[in-house]
């Protein structure tokens, strides 16, 4: 058996701190049943970021419908800023507590992956950016982390399965040992261009056996028009001034008049190593530094019990709505009851929070990854790099 939850048991609340489950005892034991407002949001985003890209969202709300539960929030997607509730559930305690655990961890992960391919996609503009990172990954999640990726940015996911969730087509080039069991990179290549459908571009990776430069040479004059793209993959212990290398490589495919082929990296690709190649570099396969990225650690808090506002100490009690200026983004998080300010630019600030959840029942559509990616890069033209 792999060491897995499966959907049934996390949504009957057997992924749970065992905790709640004695908390629930106790409430049972003195006859204490009241009706909360619970609210999850970050204190803190991690590494310094100044805004993350929420998701897991329709995941939370997969587990929380049919539940007696009412639930209010962001939508996926949506980017926001340490504090900003983006999750309220409101009913009896008993009712959803054995599901923090799960909700917390839908939306940790999913929210960190999506913020780290936001930020690359953003380094990147309008060069693609490809999610290679699955691998790093527990399989089981890695439809999860993939589509975090893509509606945060990716322009493309590489595992099948995962391309399944999104409804694209998945995205690759070659791997080494296809390289070392033809025996040659060229005849490597010129096989895949015999076999593989045409549909596919052909992306050679130049960097198995010889010098990347006369690598890509021999490719370009083997396939000629046929080849799309290079892949250097090259291992850090080799790469010397990556930038320089590839400098050098498009140089020299340019002056033989392969102007139109184009080289994608691979391996140890990040923010940093975008914003130092993006001028020469056309794709990125990005694998560890978004699958891999930091959590968003949410938390949630009873901020509302029995018609009155009531939080632990250093949290904000009450029912809050989060309203955000739509030309200059910033947000505001503001009582139920009281109205927004205007902007310091002078636009009336909207407001982000909405129903999720009304009488057990998704209260929308969920959209599909494609629009969500859509409203995510939207976002991201107002955000800071
Ligand atoms: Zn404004």
């Not at 009896?92 to 917390?104: G, H, I, P, S």
């Not at 029942?361 to 033209?381: C, H, K, M, S, W």
Request: hydrophobic residues 45%.
């Amino acid at each position: 058996m792999f060491h897995i939850a499966t959907e049934a048991e996390i949504k009957a609340g057997r992924v749970t701190d065992v905790y709640f489950l004695r908390a629930l005892e106790i409430l049972r034991a003195r006859g204490i049943h009241k009706r909360v407002v619970a609210e999850v949001a970050a204190k803190a985003l991690p590494q310094e970021w100044e805004w993350a890209v929420l998701a897991g969202i329709e995941e939370c709300l997969e587990l929380l419908k049919g539940r007696p539960v009412e639930c209010r929030g962001l939508k996926e997607g949506t980017v926001f800023h340490a504090g900003d509730p983006v999750l309220e559930i409101e009913g009896f305690y008993e009712d959803f507590a054995v599901l923090e655990t799960a909700v917390l961890g839908f939306l940790c992960q999913a929210s960190g992956v999506a913020t780290a391919a936001a930020q690359c996609k953003k380094a990147a503009g309008e060069k693609p950016v490809m999610s290679f990172g699955a691998r790093r990954m527990h399989p089981a999640i890695a439809p999860m982390v993939e589509r975090s990726a893509y509606i945060g940015g990716c322009d493309g996911v590489a595992v099948v399965k995962s391309a399944e969730v999104i409804g694209i087509e998945p995205v690759g080039t070659m791997p080494h040992a296809v390289i070392l069991l033809v025996g040659d990179t060229v005849e490597a290549t010129k096989a895949f261009n015999e076999v593989i459908s045409v549909r596919v571009p052909r992306i050679s990776l130049i960097d198995t056996f010889h010098d990347e430069k006369f690598a890509a040479l021999e490719v370009a004059e083997a396939l000629g028009d046929d080849l799309y793209a290079v892949r250097l993959d090259t291992p850090a212990s080799r790469r010397g001034n990556f930038l320089k290398l590839i400098e050098e490589i498009r140089w020299e495919l340019d002056i033989r008049g392969f102007e139109d082929v184009k080289i994608y990296v691979s391996g140890n690709i990040d923010v940093k190593a975008i914003r130092e190649l993006n001028g020469v570099v056309d794709a990125y396969g990005i694998g560890t530094s978004i699958s891999d990225a930091p959590i968003v650690d949410f938390s949630m808090d009873i901020v509302h019990v029995d018609g009155k506002p009531i939080a632990k100490r250093g949290k904000k009690s009450g029912v809050k709505v989060v309203y955000r200026c739509p030309q200059c983004f910033k947000t505001q998080v503001l009582p139920r009851n009281d109205s927004a300010k205007d902007c310091d630019c002078g636009k009336t600030m909207e407001a982000l929070t909405m129903s999720l959840i009304v009488g057990g029942v998704a209260a929308n559509d969920f959209p599909r990854p494609q629009e969500i990616r859509t409203y995510v890069l939207a976002q991201l033209l107002a955000c800071s790099s």
